[in-house]
C-alpha cells in the first residue's frame, strides 16, 4: 500500500469509529483508560528498551542534550505517564454536559450540549509520552485520534502504541478510535493535512518550524501555539528570596520546554542587589546569559543581548535579561517580544500584581510561582494535548473540555415559525 492510500484509510477508519466512541460510555471509556494505565507500568522495561534505540540514533544523529532529554523516558516519566492516564479517569466526562439551557415563549425547550469534536489528528516532535497523553485524553473526550510523532521517536511510539490498542480491544472499543501513523515519512503529513472530508481538527505540538509547516498546509483548522517565550518580571517590590528560587527553576528545571523562562525582566531599584547572586547561580549551573546595556554594566564577561535575541525561544540553557524602569515597561516588553504562552511578576505588591494579570494578554499569567506549570498535569487536568495561544475555541493547558464541542438541542411540541 503506497503512502497516500495508507493515509486515506487511516482516516476512514477514524471517521467511522469516531461514531462509536462518541457515545461510549463513561464506565467503558474509563475501563480502557485503565487497561491503558495498567500496561505502561507493566512495560515499562519494554518501552525503555524501545526508548533507548531512539536515545541512541538521536545521539549518532548529534542532536542537541536538550532534545534528547525531552526525547528519554526515565522509570520517572514511564510513572508520570501511567498516573496521568489514572488521573484522566477520575475527571469527569464532559461528553453529554448540558451548558446551559432555557425555555423561549413559544415553548421550545433549548439545551446547549458539550459533544466531542470528532476527528483529531495530532502531529508532535520528540516526546513519546505525548502518544499516551493524547490518546488517553481524546479517548476520555469521545474523540477518534490520529497520531502523528516524529521519527527520532518512533521506536518508543510504536510501544506505547501496541499498549493503546491493546487496552481498546480488552475493553470491547473499535482501536481504530486512536491510531498511529507509522511511516516516518514527511510525505505522510502531506496527505494527512488534506484530509478535510474526515478529519475535524489538527493539533501540532513542537517547535515553531513543524507548526507553522502545519499551518500552511493544512485544509483542516488548526489550534497552536507557534512558540513559548515565556518571561518572569522581578519586581521593585519582590521578596527577592522567593523570586530567585523562582526564577531559577523556571528556566532550569527543564529548559527544552515551551514553559521555560526565557526572558527575566528585572525592576532596575533591585537589579544590583538580586542580579549578581542569581546570575552567579545560572552561570554555576551552565546558563549562558545575554543582557541588555544597564545588565552588562553590572554583571561582567556576558553578552548583549540583541533585539533579535528577545523574540527568541530558545528552549536551551541560554537567558536574556533585561532591566526595566517600571511595571508599564515590563509588561510594554512583554507585549512586544512575547508569544502569549505563560508570564509571572514576582512582587509583594497586590496592586502590582493586578495590573500585571489584568494587562498581560497571556494564555497564563502567574504572580509569585513558576511559568513551569503551564501544564495539564499541573494543572489538575489529568494530561494536555498541548498549550494554545489562540483565543479561539482553547486557550492554555488542553485538557478534555477543550477537545469537546457543543451543539444546540431543541424539544419543541410542533412549533413552527411564523
Do not use: W
Not at 462509536?20 to 519494554?46: C, M, P, Q, R, W
Amino acid at each position: 500500500m503506497n503512502i497516500e492510500d495508507y493515509i486515506n484509510q487511516s482516516v476512514r477508519n477514524a471517521k467511522s469509529a469516531s461514531r462509536s466512541i462518541a457515545t461510549a460510555s463513561t464506565a467503558v471509556k474509563n475501563i480502557a483508560l485503565d487497561y491503558i494505565a495498567e500496561g505502561i507500568s507493566s512495560s515499562a522495561h519494554f518501552i525503555q528498551a524501545e526508548n533507548e534505540k531512539d536515545v541512541l540514533a538521536a545521539k549518532q544523529a548529534g542532536l542537541s542534550e536538550a532534545m534528547i532529554d525531552r526525547l528519554c523516558l526515565t522509570d520517572k516519566r514511564i510513572k508520570a505517564m501511567a498516573d496521568g492516564v489514572r488521573q484522566i479517569i477520575y475527571l469527569a466526562d464532559p461528553v453529554g454536559e448540558i451548558i446551559h439551557g432555557h425555555t423561549r415563549p413559544n415553548g421550545l425547550q433549548i439545551k446547549k450540549i458539550r459533544v466531542p469534536i470528532g476527528v483529531i489528528v495530532i502531529i508532535y516532535e520528540s516526546r513519546p509520552n505525548v502518544t499516551a497523553d493524547a490518546a488517553a485524553l481524546c479517548l476520555k473526550a469521545g474523540n477518534a485520534v490520529i497520531l502523528r510523532g516524529g521519527k527520532e521517536a518512533i521506536h518508543s511510539n510504536i510501544a506505547i502504541y501496541k499498549i493503546i490498542v491493546s487496552a481498546l480491544e480488552k475493553a470491547g472499543l473499535d482501536k481504530n478510535c486512536i491510531q498511529l501513523i507509522e511511516i516516518t515519512n514527511r510525505e505522510a503529513v502531506d496527505y494527512l493535512l488534506k484530509s478535510d472530508k474526515y478529519v475535524d481538527v489538527v493539533i501540532p505540538r513542537g517547535g515553531e518550524t513543524l507548526i507553522r509547516t502545519v499551518v500552511e498546509k493544512s485544509t483542516i483548522p488548526v489550534i497552536k501555539h507557534y512558540k513559548g517565550v515565556c518571561h518572569t518580571y522581578v519586581d521593585e517590590f519582590a521578596d527577592l528570596k522567593i523570586a530567585g528560587e523562582v526564577c531559577f527553576n523556571a528556566k532550569i528545571q527543564r529548559p527544552a520546554t515551551c514553559n521555560a523562562m526565557e526572558t527575566m525582566l528585572v525592576h532596575e531599584n533591585i537589579a544590583s542587589v538580586f542580579l549578581p547572586k542569581i546570575s552567579n547561580r545560572f552561570i554555576d549551573s551552565g546558563v549562558q546569559i545575554r543582557g541588555c546595556e544597564k545588565t552588562c554594566t553590572i554583571l561582567n564577561n556576558i553578552k548583549s543581548a540583541t533585539d533579535e535575541d528577545y523574540f527568541n525561544e530558545y528552549l536551551d540553557m541560554i537567558l536574556n535579561i533585561k532591566i526595566v524602569s517600571s511595571i508599564d515597561e515590563a509588561i510594554s516588553h512583554i507585549t512586544t517580544y512575547g508569544s502569549g504562552h505563560s508570564d509571572a511578576i514576582i512582587t509583594t505588591n497586590y496592586g502590582n500584581a493586578i495590573k500585571f494579570t489584568e494587562e498581560v494578554d497571556t494564555a497564563a499569567v502567574y504572580v509569585n510561582a513558576s511559568t513551569r506549570f503551564t501544564d495539564g498535569y499541573e494543572f489538575g487536568m489529568g494530561a494536555e494535548i498541548g498549550i494554545s495561544t489562540d483565543k479561539l475555541h482553547a486557550r492554555g493547558p488542553m485538557g478534555l473540555t477543550e477537545l469537546t464541542s457543543y451543539k444546540f438541542v431543541i424539544f419543541g411540541n410542533g412549533q413552527i415559525r411564523g
